[in-house]
C-alpha cells in the first residue's frame, strides 16, 4: 500500500517552454503533498508544501510565480516550471500523506533537463 | 532551526562486513527520526523511523537507535549485501510536520 506514482519520470525540453509534473497517490487519499528538489548528489530540499483544495505554501527562496503547484483533488497535485531555464534542470520529487500522523510516501522522482 | 548532519560519504565496504552511518541532529522538542534509502534513479523509500527516545527502528536487517541524551540516531547493519548499495538519508520531522533530511551518504557494497 502507499504508493506514490511521479509522471514523467524523465523529460527534456528546450529553454523557455513550460513542463507540468504529476503526482498522484494511487491507493489513499493524500491531503498533504510535498515538492522536493534534489541537485546532484545533494539532499532533498523542500519547495513546497500543498493541501488539498489550498494554496501552496512555498519555502524561503522558491519562486512562487516560476514553480505553480496545484492540488486540486486528494489524489494529485502538479507542479509546473514555467519558462524552464538550463537553471532549473534537476531532479524533482513528490510526496504525499494522508494525515499528519502518517509518514511522508515519496514517488520515484522526475528528472528534468532544460537544453 | 532543525538540522540533520550526516557522515560524509561516499562509504564503501565488502560483503558481510558491518555497516555503521552516523547521524546526529539539532531540534526544538521532541523531533521524530527516520532513515530513508534511495536507489539509483528513484525516489526515497523509508527505511525505519523512531518517534521517542531510546525507541529503536529495524528493517531488513538495518537497525537504529533513538539516543536523545547524544541527539544521535545512527543507522547500522551486522552483515551488508550488494543490494544495500544506495544513498541513505537520515531525517527528522518535527510538530509542522515537515522533514528535514541530512546530505546523504552513499554506500556502495563490493562482492
Known amino acids: 500500500g502507499a504508493v506514490v506514482s511521479q509522471h514523467p519520470s524523465w523529460v527534456i525540453c528546450k529553454s523557455g517552454t513550460s513542463v507540468k509534473i504529476e503526482c498522484r497517490s494511487l491507493?489513499?487519499?493524500?491531503?498533504?503533498m510535498f515538492w522536493y528538489r534534489q541537485f546532484p548528489k545533494q539532499s532533498l530540499m523542500l519547495m513546497a508544501t500543498s493541501n488539498e483544495g489550498s494554496k501552496a505554501t512555498y519555502e524561503q527562496g522558491v519562486e512562487k510565480d516560476k514553480f505553480l503547484i496545484n492540488h486540486a483533488s486528494l489524489t494529485l497535485s502538479t507542479l509546473t516550471v514555467t519558462s524552464a531555464h538550463p537553471e532549473d534542470s534537476s531532479f524533482y520529487i513528490c510526496?504525499?500523506?494522508?494525515?499528519?500522523?502518517?509518514?511522508?510516501?515519496f514517488g520515484d522522482g522526475t528528472r528534468l533537463s532544460i537544453l | 532551526g532543525n538540522s540533520v548532519t550526516q557522515m560524509e560519504g561516499p562509504v564503501t565496504l565488502s560483503e558481510e562486513a558491518f555497516l555503521t552511518i552516523n547521524c546526529t541532529y539539532t531540534?526544538?522538542?521532541?523531533?521524530?527520526l527516520f532513515w530513508y534509502v534511495q536507489y539509483p534513479g528513484e525516489g526515497l523509500q523509508l527505511l525505519l523511523k523512531?518517534?521517542?527516545?531510546?525507541d529503536k527502528g529495524s528493517n531488513k536487517g538495518f537497525e537504529a537507535t533513538y539516543r536523545k541524551e547524544t541527539t544521535s540516531f545512527h543507522l547500522e547493519k551486522g552483515s551488508v549485501q550488494v543490494s544495500d548499495s544506495a544513498v541513505y538519508f537520515c531525517a527528522l520531522s518535527d510538530r509542522n510536520e515537515k522533514l528535514t533530511f541530512g546530505t546523504g551518504t552513499r554506500l556502495t557494497i563490493i562482492p
Open positions: 510526496s504525499a500523506r494522508a494525515d499528519n500522523n502518517q509518514p511522508q510516501h
Open positions: 491507493d489513499f487519499q493524500a491531503t498533504t
Open positions: 531540534a526544538t522538542g521532541y523531533p521524530s
Open positions: 523512531a518517534t521517542k527516545a531510546d
